[in-house]
């Protein structure tokens, strides 16, 4: 989920570029903030934040029967 708001984030900053606006906040809008806030939230997602509940099956992938056991 990070990932994919980090990608928002560098996709609106490359759209306010392209258009070579700043929304009327400079300070709120510059290229530094932006970088800083997804390269945050992308290095929130490399460090496992947010990746969702994890455990309660013991490793255990599948559902229902064992494969291969008949």
Not at 39 to 64: E, K, T
Request: charged share 15%.
């Amino acid at each position: 989920m990070l990932a994919i708001l980090a990608a928002i984030v560098f996709g609106f900053m490359l759209l306010l570029d392209f258009l070579n606006t700043d929304l009327g906040a400079p300070d709120l809008f510059n290229v530094h903030t932006m970088l800083l806030l997804g390269l945050l939230l992308l290095s929130l997602y490399l460090a496992g934040v947010g990746s969702g509940p994890r455990g309660g099956g013991g490793g255990r992938w599948y559902r229902g029967r064992r494969p291969g056991r008949g």
